[in-house]
């Protein structure tokens, strides 16, 4: 069965520091990669995801995320965290074909907070 | 990119009633599904809902709990059934096409008291 890790239930960061958010997966066959945002009261917002090809993916909002085959990884970054960044991030795999194509499976999500 | 609408919004809701969520999209989609994200958790798909046939639930979600129809391509509802307080959640609808980017709706949050 496939399953999607992130590590770290809550990060703090300063405004203006580098963040980096951590996602392992778990997964047979080829995945498809996304990562959403959710802010307080609100649903979720498509960041990025990876399909195929380039491993380095870009998002909305500055967000980066690379795909490391090896390490079973997908972590999101972001050179400069802003206040509004604060919010909850969840990875999220799927397959990459077939009639299971869209069922997602979730990491439980890491809460940012951005002090000031 | 699609645009999910779900309705209510909001709801609070007596135990042992019954709510119905709609989810719009607002282009064809081929996929659609519902799910359930409980109060500081992460998400768990409940069923995919399947155009013109019974849908298709996940381990732990019955279809006489949590009914849904899908008549059309871009409309479904999920029902919540004889409601107790441990349904209190968000739940979402996502929808999208094979090979596509996943969308998703803004969540209904349910209250049960």
């Known amino acids: 069965a496939q399953s999607v890790t992130q590590p770290d239930i809550h990060i703090t960061v300063s405004e203006g520091a580098s963040l980096e958010l951590r996602c392992n997966y778990s997964y047979g066959a080829t995945p498809y990669l996304f990562w959403y945002v959710q802010s307080p009261g609100q649903g979720l917002q498509l960041l990025l995801k990876y399909f195929s090809g380039d491993t380095l993916v870009q998002g909305i909002k500055g967000f980066e995320a690379e795909f490391k085959r090896s390490q079973s990884s997908f972590n999101l970054r972001k050179p400069s965290v802003h206040w509004s960044d604060a919010a909850e991030y969840f990875c999220a795999v799927t397959n990459a074909g077939g009639t299971s194509y869209g069922k997602l499976t979730f990491g439980q999500g890491t809460i940012l907070t951005v002090h000031p | 990119s699609a645009v999910i609408s779900q309705k209510p919004s909001r709801d609070i809701c007596q135990r042992g009633t019954s709510l119905t969520i709609q989810c719009q999209v607002d282009s064809q989609v081929t996929m659609m599904f519902w799910y359930r994200q409980q109060p500081g958790q992460s998400l768990t798909l409940i069923a995919t809902?399947?155009?013109?046939?019974?849908?298709?639930?996940e381990s732990g979600f019955v279809i006489d709990k949590f009914p849904i129809s899908r008549p059309n391509l871009t409309f479904s509802t999920l029902t919540v059934s004889n409601m107790s307080p441990e349904d209190s959640s968000i739940y979402l609808c996502?929808?999208?096409?094979?090979?596509?980017?996943?969308?998703f709706g803004e969540g209904s949050w349910l209250t049960v008291v």
């Open positions: 996502s929808a999208g096409t094979s090979g596509n980017t996943i969308y």
């Open positions: 809902a399947n155009q013109g046939s019974e849908a298709t639930y």
